[in-house]
């Protein structure tokens, strides 16, 4: 298998120097199977021994290379050359997972990321187990083991299991946290791993934190601040697909009454009531609905959307034709 | 002849009327037709999964089965309606037990959600259906190398796991259809890095400075980049991006009435009366004049 | 001399399942306890195990589990100390799942075992096939619940060691973000810091395995044990040596040669594919030396799981579905994929009694210093580790060891637990400033070489030449060429120079400090090797292929006496001695 060519433009910077950032520019080989961490080492044992990364297991178990290359976060010990070269082209430039946090050439400060998922209490809390009580406890029963003096190991059925959905199998690498656009504009927002810690834990029949679910569902720093662009799912290398976890613990929240009320659960359920009504959406009696008193904060653009024919006044418009067919099928879904 | 099954979406019949008048009138010069789906229901816009998401499935299966009756494939001009009816699609035809489930719901009403119609955004329709050398010919006024930045937003191509068949395999991190459609109508297309950004329309509601702030950073980038005109596929991205532009910004349009310029469309038959952030004669004097013979 | 002196009860050195739960320990006897850590908690090597823990958990008891332990031991286990271990399992996995760990299980709810190499009975519990990550997150998770003080990205230099008392009272270490030195004075110290891999070029190893702890070792004139017994793990993908768990053979999987026969019905007809590493691994080494290879180099074997069908391979294996696509572009679904022996454990290390306490080249207790994990040698495993007993070994005696040193700190301070500031101080030396010298000494060496040459090319070598003489098959000329190769190496490394003069994250320095520990510790694997006339477990010598029960069923102990080696032999620690043969049927 013969090499390939490949330009990389690699990230440098130290913050003990506190000049502003360079990058060093390097044109190599390789070859079919090289991961980039493959073309790093090289380039620090061989080329410039002080490029600075960090890097363990070398199989994307571990968690410690995220970075970026043409600003999309992977795990370099598990990102083929070869696949970033038909991606992005011949020309790569390598980034650490946040600029604004980099300490040393690729290596950033993951102060606040860790910080974040400790705030979402990331251990189990045992819930106590009675063979014959109802609620979460009946999903798992325990079973004496042979001579007594062996431990209880409860029963737990796969149905269980499933529901936590391979959310236990993030490595906390910080791709998707690096990936997704709220966390640098809104510093309080948990952020997509820290959220599917949380996912985890609610699912997991064996816990028995209380306020779990309320903490993910407070506004400012929970499930409500995610803009839904999948940035996170795109880029979770363990493909554990962190958007649909968040949008399960929407669904949760909103049911368990415990969201934040105001705008954001008016915002939802506003939208059930319209299909409802129409089968179609119409954004201006929603937003009405959501934001009350607020709509006049949108007085200005409402004035110029009505100027250029887009404001839609009437509530019943636009209908769906087959608009009692849903109202028909909602209602039997409910 | 091409025909498709449109399903139009909510915004279009409403506040983005430019979407469809755009979508007729590109697709008329390129002999598609365009039958549009007035039964259908809104996708759920990915607000109704957030309460409901065997709701949403079940309205999205429903419209899948207005184009299996039509025989054919469903074709969406809106990035989230797109998305929410690729994974729909997804979950339907590779979940036996849902889909049986979901079946059961529909037949009360004689429907069934047979998979037989994908679900396809007009762009990809035209990058995949139509030659771009089709396109090409259509052109009657070259845009005489404008720059012009796209912008994607996010659902068009993700989750690229699901929608990479039906987006030629689009890379969500570097896309580039956008800017081939730019090149083949004669434009620059402008390189800037959050043209696949969000654009944070779905929280807009309750998060209107995230929106703000993404607004001006794409608009901005773009501008920094030579861009004169910034253009966009998704009627969310198009509504978010007029309603949070800076006071001086470039005009942002659809690419759909790009191409109708560039056919030497006339002006009311794109829509171009309703963008708000377009000003005709600003736009008109970036574009050259199209002779009276080749007016359409 | 820059220096921040502090106090602490207990220091652990690492953070993985070993070094964590002895953590627990000692917080929850309200010890000031800080753990010191190269890489953050999650990123240890624990959580790159795949295949499974061991625990006779629906057994009648636990002497199978005993036997099947002893005797992949090669018997060269110590007795009590695999006693403890077996009997001690069911309630470490009771323990986890009772904290969290998601375990796979059957459909009557119950964990779920996978039968595992040289094991008579499924009894291995597993999570998929990422094992170690499921028990790492889960005790990590309890020790910030229980608020453990963890120094992440603090490298260990140097014990505070007095040889004259026998005894340690601290560590030197360094905080790589600015390259600051410490000085933690503690009552006990535990080095939990895992295995030494790194000196092999083909391993399974993380680059974090560097054997840190060994290096700081010897370097104080204390003892390794049983160093020659390195594992080689069958099965790592041919490129790279990343392990392709023994999970994949518990399944089902064939090992082929070129010819695509099951070579391994030839070496162990009864258990094929299950026997135990240390013989798998001399099989396909073997198949591979004569000339059965597959592969493009001819340098591998075939690992072929194509018939255990999809949703076998998508539902419990598929890490290593995974790995071999991207890392090795092999799809395992409808190809077979190329693998070959890699380093992967090291059965060797610290000496330590049955509750972490080490021992020195003697056999008398260094009182403050504690081991465990891989980095220690109880010995559990001897001459060979069965798969799944090292996530096991790790947990069991970490706990052992926290528990042993929270007793004796509160027993002799007649502390009662109130949670108050440290007492060390009361019985252990006081640390000076002078005690940083030798650190210091080792870092600016690394400044005053006189070559211009770096270490890299250096530990290739020594990677290379620890393969071809110290791995699977051994000899006598080849382990005399290593020392000889060995010594040139050591030479030339203290004229090389760090060209990084930066204090933030200098990651040159660093692994040429790791590269120091290496070059004794391979020291101590090439003599020992040379030492033992004899084959047994993972030491295979060409020269002498048959056990040696006479002479040679001891434990080997290693160290440095003014930079000699000395080699001294322990009896393996039998309670029934008598009933050695009667166990291997």
Redesign the interface.
């Known amino acids: 298998m013969a090499p390939d060519s490949v330009r990389l433009n690699i990230f440098r910077y130290d913050a003990f120097r506190g000049e502003s950032h360079s990058y060093d520019c390097y044109d190599l080989t390789y070859h079919q199977n090289d991961q980039l961490l493959d073309v790093l080492e090289m380039i620090k044992t061989e080329i410039d021994h002080s490029l600075s990364y960090r890097r363990s297991c070398r199989h994307g178990i571990c968690g410690s290379c995220a970075m970026k290359v043409n600003g999309k976060p992977v795990l370099a010990c598990s990102t083929p050359v070869r696949d970033l070269v038909r991606e992005f082209g011949p020309k790569l430039t390598v980034d650490p997972l946040d600029q604004s946090r980099v300490v040393r050439d690729l290596i950033c400060d993951m102060d606040m990321f860790w910080e974040k998922y400790t705030r979402s209490a990331p251990f189990l809390e045992p819930v106590t187990v009675q063979a014959s009580s109802p609620g979460p406890a009946a999903a798992v029963s325990a079973e004496p083991l042979d001579d007594g003096k062996t431990p209880l190991i409860p029963l737990i059925f796969s149905g269980s299991t499933n529901a936590i959905d391979d959310a236990d199998h993030c490595i906390m690498c910080g791709a998707c946290y690096a990936a997704c656009p709220v966390v640098p504009l809104q510093p309080d927002f948990l952020g997509p791993a820290a959220i599917t810690r949380s996912y985890r834990f609610i699912k997991d029949v064996r816990d028995a934190h209380p306020g779990r679910l309320a903490a993910v569902g407070e506004a400012g720093s929970g499930v409500w601040e995610c803009i839904k662009c999948l940035k996170c799912t795109e880029v979770c290398p363990k493909q554990i697909d962190p958007f649909s976890k968040l949008s399960r613990l929407h669904q949760e929240v909103l049911r368990s009454g415990s969201s934040p009320g105001g705008i954001r659960a008016r915002h939802t359920s506003g939208f059930q009531l319209n299909l409802l009504l129409n089968g179609l959406l119409n954004e201006f009696p929603l937003a009405v609905f959501a934001m009350r008193f607020r709509m006049i904060t949108m007085l200005r653009r409402g004035i110029r959307m009505f100027l250029h024919g887009k404001l839609v006044i009437n509530p019943l418009r636009p209908r769906s034709r087959g608009y009692r067919q849903i109202r028909r099928l909602m209602r039997r879904s409910r | 002849m091409n025909r498709y099954a449109l399903y139009p979406g ?2 279009p ?5 430019e979407l469809l008048k755009a979508t007729y009138a590109v697709a008329e010069v390129l002999g598609i037709e365009l039958i549009k789906l ?5 996708c759920g ?11 949403s499935l ?2 999205n299966a ?1 419209n899948f089965t207005f184009a299996e009756r039509l025989q054919m494939d469903l074709v969406t001009i809106c990035n989230t309606c797109q ?1 929410i009816l690729a994974e729909a699609y997804h979950t339907l035809t590779t979940d036996t037990y849902t889909r049986k489930q979901i079946n059961t ?2 037949e ?2 004689n429907l069934t959600f047979q998979g037989t119609s994908r679900p396809r955004n007009f762009l990809y329709v035209l990058r995949e259906d139509i030659d771009r050398t089709a396109v090409r010919q259509q052109v009657r006024r070259p845009l005489r190398g404008l720059k012009i930045a796209p912008f994607y937003g ?2 068009l191509y ?4 699901i929608q990479a068949v039906y987006t030629d395999n689009e ?4 896309p580039g259809s956008l800017e081939d459609l730019i090149s083949d109508l004669g434009g620059d297309p402008v390189d800037y ?1 959050s043209r696949n ?2 654009c ?4 807009s ?3 209107p ?2 929106s703000h ?2 607004v001006h950073q794409i608009i901005g980038q773009a501008r920094e980049n030579g861009a004169r005109v910034l253009i966009t596929p998704c009627p969310l991205c198009h509504a978010n991006l007029e ?1 949070f532009a800076p006071g001086k910004s470039i005009p942002i349009l659809y690419y759909q009435q790009l191409m109708g310029l560039a056919f030497g469309l006339p002006w009311k038959s794109l829509g171009l ?4 952030s377009v000003r005709k004669r600003e736009l008109l004097d970036l574009l050259p004049v199209v002779p009276e013979f080749l007016r359409r | 001399m820059n220096v921040a002196i502090e106090k602490s009860d207990v220091v652990i050195v690492g953070a993985g399942l070993a070094g964590t739960s002895a953590a627990l320990q000692c917080r929850r006897a309200q010890l000031k306890t800080v753990v010191l850590t190269k890489v953050h908690p999650l990123r240890s090597h624990s959580g790159a195990a795949q295949g499974g823990i061991n625990a006779a958990l629906y057994e009648r008891d636990t002497s199978a589990h005993r036997n099947d332990t002893i005797k992949g031991s090669d018997y060269l286990a110590d007795r009590d100390a695999v006693e403890t271990l077996c009997c001690t399992a069911p309630e470490i996995i009771a323990d986890l799942d009772m904290h969290g760990a998601v375990f796979s299980r059957t459909s009557e709810g119950k964990i779920a075992q996978r039968p595992f190499g040289a094991q008579g009975t499924a009894r291995t519990c597993y999570a998929k096939d990422r094992t170690g990550l499921v028990c790492l997150q889960t005790v990590y998770e309890q020790a910030v619940r229980e608020g453990v003080d963890f120094r992440c990205e603090w490298y260990v230099l140097d014990l505070l060691y007095d040889p004259l008392e026998g005894r340690v009272y601290g560590v030197t270490a360094m905080d790589l973000r600015n390259s600051r030195i410490h000085l933690i004075q503690a009552e006990a110290v535990l080095f939990a810091t895992g295995g030494y891999g790194r000196a092999y070029s083909r391993t399974s190893n993380a680059h974090a395995n560097t054997g840190d702890a060994l290096g700081i070792i010897l370097r104080n004139g204390l003892a390794l044990e049983d160093m020659e017994f390195v594992q080689f793990h069958p099965t790592g993908l041919a490129d790279t040596g990343i392990l392709i768990s023994e999970a994949a053979r518990g399944e089902g999987a064939y090992l082929l040669n070129s010819s695509g026969e099951r070579f391994m019905l030839g070496y162990d007809p009864g258990k094929g594919e299950l026997s135990s590493r240390d013989i798998v691994s001399r099989a396909c080494e073997t198949e591979i030396r004569e000339g059965r290879g597959v592969g493009p180099r001819k340098d591998a074997v075939y690992l072929d799981l194509r018939h255990l069908g999809a949703r076998i391979i998508k539902e419990r294996l598929p890490e290593l579905y995974s790995m071999a696509m991207t890392l090795q572009g092999e799809n395992m679904l409808d190809q077979p994929i190329r693998v070959a022996p890699t380093t992967h454990y090291s059965m060797g290390g610290i000496p330590t009694d049955l509750h972490g306490q080490v021992r020195d080249h003697r056999g008398s207790p260094v009182y403050g210093l504690f081991a465990a994990g891989e980095c220690a040698c109880v010995s559990v495993h001897g001459a060979n580790r069965l798969g799944g007993n090292s996530l096991l070994e790790a947990i069991v005696f970490g706990r052992r060891a926290g528990r042993r040193i929270a007793s004796i700190l509160t027993e002799a301070a007649g502390h009662h637990g109130t949670g108050g500031p440290s007492r060390a101080g009361s019985r252990t030396r006081e640390a000076t400033e002078d005690d940083a010298s030798p650190a210091f000494r080792r870092i600016s060496n690394f400044y005053s070489g006189d070559q211009q040459g770096s270490f890299y090319p250096l530990r290739k070598q020594l990677q290379q030449l620890m393969t071809a003489e110290a791995g699977i098959f051994r000899s006598r000329e080849g382990l005399e060429d290593a020392r000889r190769r060995l010594h040139g190496i050591a030479g030339q490394l203290h004229r090389t120079k760090v060209k990084d003069t930066s204090p933030c994250f200098n990651t040159e320095l660093q692994e040429a400090l790791e590269f120091e520990n290496m070059v004794l510790y391979a020291a101590a694997i090439i003599e020992s090797g040379l030492h033992r006339r004899e084959s047994r477990g993972a030491h295979s010598r060409t020269d002498f292929p048959r056990h040696d029960d006479e002479n040679y069923l001891a434990h080997t102990f290693f160290h440095f006496e003014e930079s000699e080696p000395v080699l001294d032999y322990h009896p393996v620690r039998s309670p029934e001695s008598a009933q050695e043969k009667k166990i291997g049927t």
């Open positions: 909510c915004n019949q409403m506040a983005e009327p007035d039964r259908v229901s809104c816009g990915a607000h109704l999964q957030d309460r409901n998401a065997f709701q079940l309205l429903r998305y719901r529909l009360g009403e996010c659902h993700s989750p690229s796991m890379s969500p991190w570097n890095p950004q969000c944070g329309f779905h929280s509601l309750y998060n400075r995230t702030d993404l309603a009366q309703h963008n708000m």
